[in-house]
């Protein structure tokens, strides 16, 4: 009958038509998975893209809902005696877990959302230092739960911009919601005696206004990290040249040199050789002004 699938297993001849009840796969397009099939079927030529497998010759565990399971090959009923040429290994796929160190001890992840650890170079090293993780990551593919996030930040599929870990990253954290949970129910009677006396008034801001705010404090909060890790700290019998030295090599860019700056380097460039101080500007990546030859000189002998 047109458009009927066929089982090609010798001795099998099961059809869609005259079996509702089975389901008919067809071979797979890796080359290597197609060959272990055949094998197994001693199948010299795949005739046609049409060529069907029923499910009697897979086993339950190669199984899914609607499809076959990654690797599964025919090893059942295939129409002669003896071991198959290829079983069936079953695919494994690590288990994903909660990177912060209190949360995995206490398989605390369990049952809730978790999320791919940002691989965005500017975050990457607050999260870690939030996180209290080593760098270099110990891995690429680390993962973070929806506890250490605040709601407005993340939806049951992804973080929202602005999203950063902040709630629950240690063991003191976890005590301390353990306490206030005791001390919440202590003082629930003493708090109900006051908000009977309370005004009935309720400040209820925009949930989309509680969300930028909740933004700019993370901002901050990264930049506070960022300083912490390369703000230049000078110590107290530092030189007002040195002082100007180091703003100048690590300053931004876009800006203009000031004259103070420009003279230091003239004179540093006139105590080394060009070759060192090309090193210092281009490999190191000292920020640092070119001058022409006829500036030096003149710069050299006033």
Not at 102 to 125: A, G, H, P
Not at 152 to 171: E, H, Q
Not at 232 to 257: C, H, N, T, W
């Amino acid at each position: 009958m047109s458009g009927d699938r066929r089982c090609v297993v010798p001795k099998c001849g099961h059809t869609r038509f005259t079996n509702r009840e089975l389901k008919f796969y067809a071979f797979p397009k890796d080359p290597d998975l197609k060959l272990k099939w055949m094998e197994n079927l001693k199948m010299k030529k795949c005739l046609n893209k049409l060529n069907f497998v029923c499910s009697i010759h897979f086993e339950d565990k190669m199984k899914c809902e609607s499809r076959l399971k990654k690797k599964a090959v025919p090893t059942l009923h295939l129409g002669y005696n003896g071991p198959v040429a290829h079983e069936f290994i079953e695919h494994f796929i690590p288990k994903r877990k909660c990177c912060v160190q209190s949360c995995r001890r206490r398989n605390l992840y369990k049952n809730r959302i978790l999320f791919k650890f940002t691989d965005n170079e500017k975050e990457i090293y607050a999260w870690a230092k939030a996180c209290k993780l080593p760098l270099p990551l110990p891995s690429k593919k680390l993962y973070i739960c929806e506890r250490h996030f605040e709601e407005a930040f993340f939806s049951k599929v992804r973080l929202f911009p602005g999203a950063f870990p902040k709630l629950y990253l240690s063991d003191e954290d976890e005590e301390d919601v353990e306490k206030s949970d005791n001390k919440s129910n202590a003082s629930d009677t003493e708090q109900s005696e006051e908000d009977s006396y309370a005004p009935d008034l309720q400040i209820n801001p925009p949930e989309e206004q509680i969300r930028k705010l909740n933004a700019e404090i993370e901002c901050l909060r990264k930049d506070i990290l960022l300083l912490e890790n390369n703000a230049i700290y000078p110590q107290a019998e530092s030189s007002a040249e040195a002082l100007i030295f180091a703003r100048m090599i690590v300053g931004d860019e876009k800006l203009d040199y000031t004259d103070k700056e420009k003279d230091l380097a003239k004179k540093l460039r006139c105590n080394i050789s060009a070759i060192a101080y090309r090193f210092m500007n281009r490999d190191i990546g000292c920020r640092l002004p070119q001058f022409k030859t006829k500036e030096l000189m003149k710069f050299k002998f006033n």
